[in-house]
Nanobody
Framework: VQLQASGGGSVQAGGSLRLSCVIS????????IGWFRRAPGKEREFVAT????????SYGDSVGGRFAISRDNAKNTVYLQMNSLKPEDTAVYLC?????????????????WGQGTLVTVSS
C-alpha cells in the first residue's frame, strides 16, 4: 500500500488549506486512515483519523473544531480540511493507513505511512 499526501503550502494565520491523501495498491482492503504531524523539534502528533466507511472520526485536542477529515472511497482519497490555521499548526503532515475498518489515535497501530506534505502558517 502506498500513500501520497499533497496540498501543503504556505498560508497566513486564519487561512485554510485542504490536504489530500491518495491510497494506492490493495485498495480493495479496508483501511482506516490517520493524519499525523511533525513540527520542528517536536514529536509526531496525532491530528485526525477516520474509519473505513467514513462514519466515525476522531480529532486531536489541538485541532478539534478547526479541522475536518473526510474520505471518498471511490477515489481512494482522504481529505483533511484545515481552517482557522495558526502558526503552531506549522508541520509536516503525514497520512497513514491502518488495516481493518476501525480508526485509531495511536500511531503504533498504523502499518503504512506516506512521505508527508509541509504546511507553513505565518503570523
Amino acid at each position: 500500500v502506498q500513500l501520497q499526501a499533497s496540498g501543503g503550502g504556505s498560508v497566513q494565520a486564519g487561512g485554510s488549506l485542504r490536504l489530500s491523501c491518495v491510497i494506492s495498491g490493495h485498495t480493495t482492503r479496508s483501511y482506516a486512515i490517520g493524519w499525523f504531524r511533525r513540527a520542528p523539534g517536536k514529536e509526531r502528533e496525532f491530528v485526525a483519523t477516520i474509519n473505513w466507511s467514513g462514519a466515525t472520526k476522531s480529532y486531536g485536542d489541538s485541532v478539534g473544531g478547526r479541522f475536518a477529515i473526510s474520505r471518498d472511497n471511490a477515489k481512494n482519497t482522504v481529505y483533511l480540511q484545515m481552517n482557522s490555521l495558526k502558526p503552531e499548526d506549522t508541520a509536516v503532515y503525514l497520512c497513514a493507513a491502518k488495516t481493518g475498518s476501525t480508526y485509531s489515535r495511536y500511531e503504533g497501530h498504523y502499518n503504512y505511512w506516506g512521505q508527508g506534505t509541509l504546511v507553513t502558517v505565518s503570523s
